[in-house]
């Protein structure tokens, strides 16, 4: 069994920061991309950001400059470090990995957390 566990949001005015930690657990054998997604109210689920086993990220063009993906491969553990935030920034926020366990190392799958829920006044 794999868990991915998030932490860290709540409740921000507008400018404000937050950091949102996501720690994979489990019998995972590797992980390839991490990524941080949003659903608000209303709307489909979308992607925030994204960073690649060799830390290559990539960002929704809306959090560029504002938002930081970041990865500790050796704890499985995907950061996102939020800054200037918005009120359309207000969602639930949910981490995703990519990855294959033990069970069958040769099949990557897409794993999700519980989400947490992102809120910014104005």
């Known amino acids: 069994q794999v868990q991915l566990v998030e932490s860290g949001g709540g409740l921000v005015q507008s400018g404000g920061s937050l950091r949102l930690s996501c720690v994979a657990s489990?019998?995972?054998?590797?992980?390839?991309?991490m990524g941080w997604y949003r659903q608000a109210p209303g709307k489909e689920r979308e992607l925030v950001a994204v960073?690649?086993?060799?830390?290559?990220?990539n960002y929704k063009d809306s959090v560029k400059g504002r938002f930081t993906i970041s990865r500790d491969n050796a704890k499985n553990t995907v950061l996102l470090q939020m800054s200037s935030l918005r009120p359309e920034d207000t969602a639930v926020y949910y981490c995703?990995?990519?990855?294959?366990?033990?069970?069958?190392?040769?099949?990557?799958?897409?794993?999700w957390g519980q989400g947490t829920q992102v809120t910014v006044s104005s």
């Open positions: 995703n990995a990519f990855l294959a366990t033990w069970a069958d190392s040769r099949r990557f799958q897409n794993y």
């Open positions: 489990g019998s995972i054998f590797s992980i390839s991309d």
């Open positions: 960073i690649t086993s060799g830390l290559t990220t």
